[in-house]
């Protein structure tokens, strides 16, 4: 889907960053993580099912070096607020993390926690680094201290959807990343 369904779409507010500025944001980001990783053969890319599907897809396709790429779906726990911070894995890494370099690849830090989890799990299994590369960072709802290595944009707390990100699962196939109308979702 692109440009001419934000404007058709009543449920959609506004084009937030266009399918050109992802592209350019991914390729910097790109070359920003092969000089820091270059001379280390080893690089896992961890995609958090499903909103970073399409970070991955073009994140991995813009890096100039070999990567591995592997998989985890979370939820949060119990009452489905994702802020809760108790998260249960819905599905595990085929990887065995131990001694990898590891770059968790996320659509969108809300408020961390997420995130904040991953990262100490991860940590647990004895990976030689964790690393965080987000597209998306939402600094005024953010509840935990979390270094992401690689920020595409910080956006307002409002709710986006597009290029991964979904509202009630439709959207996520949108190409660029527009505002949900107030209406839609409070
Ligand atoms: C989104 C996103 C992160 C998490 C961030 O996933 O992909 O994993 O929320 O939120 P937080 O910083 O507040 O913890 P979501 O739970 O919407 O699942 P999805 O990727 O399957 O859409």
Wanted: charged content about 25%; some cysteine; aromatic content about 6%.
């Amino acid at each position: 889907m692109d440009l001419q369904r934000v404007e058709n779409d009543v449920d959609l507010d506004q084009l937030l960053i266009t399918e050109d500025e992802i592209a350019t944001c991914l390729r910097s980001m790109a070359k920003e993580i092969e000089a820091d990783y270059a001379g280390k053969d080893d690089l896992l890319l961890v995609g958090v099912l499903k909103g970073a599907v399409m970070v991955m897809a073009d994140l991995a396709r813009a890096l100039d070096r070999h990567v591995e790429m592997d998989w985890m779906a979370v939820t949060s726990y119990g009452s489905g607020t994702k802020s809760s911070g108790v998260v249960r894995i819905l599905k595990d890494l085929d990887t065995d993390v131990a001694g990898r370099n590891v770059l968790i690849v996320e659509d969108v830090v809300d408020t961390g926690l997420t995130l904040s989890w991953l990262v100490a799990n991860l940590q647990s299994r004895g990976p030689a680094s964790v690393r965080i590369a987000a597209l998306l960072r939402k600094p005024d709802a953010m509840q935990m201290e979390i270094d992401v290595d690689y920020v595409g944009f910080d956006i307002p707390n409002a709710f986006v959807v597009g290029y991964g990100l979904d509202y009630g699962e439709k959207y996520r196939n949108l190409r660029c990343i527009a505002t949900l109308a107030g209406d839609v979702h409070d």
